[in-house]
């Protein structure tokens, strides 16, 4: 089993930047991709950011050269650093890992972003 908690999420203005982490605990080492998906209110969860399990970085087009992906396995953290926030990008962040890609097997509460115009 493994837990995941998300923090950082908050509100911001359009334009603004937040930086959202997930630590996972448990049996890490069964950990081999991280992901980062949203859900918008009336819209379907989608994929983010995410690390493969080749280590491939994978991003929605929306985000590419806004937001970066970004891990620490000492500490079994990943974070999601979002830059140049839009409104459309309102939503519940979710950290999720698992064994393969894309990842499926855990998953966090998620954490609410919510940006403003």
């Keep these: 089993q493994v837990q995941l908690v ?3 999420g908050g509100l911001v203005q359009a334009g603004g930047s937040l930086r ?3 630590v996972a605990s ?5 950990i081999h991709a991280w992901g980062w998906h949203r859900q918008a209110p009336g819209k379907k969860r ?3 950011a995410g690390y493969t399990t080749g280590g491939d970085l994978k991003y929605l087009d929306s985000v590419k ?3 970066t992906i970004s891990r620490d396995d ?4 990943v974070y999601l650093q979002m830059n140049s926030l839009q409104v459309e990008d309102t939503a519940v962040y979710y950290c999720n890992v698992g064994s393969g890609w894309p990842p499926s097997s855990y998953w966090g ?6 940006v403003s115009s």
């Design 65 to 67: 050269g806004r937001f």
């Design 46 to 48: 989608e994929l983010v």
């Design 74 to 77: 000492v500490r079994h953290t």
């Design 20 to 22: 959202l982490s997930c």
């Design 109 to 114: 509460k998620g954490t609410q972003v919510t």
């Design 6 to 8: 998300e923090s950082g």
């Design 26 to 30: 448990g049996d890490t080492r069964s």
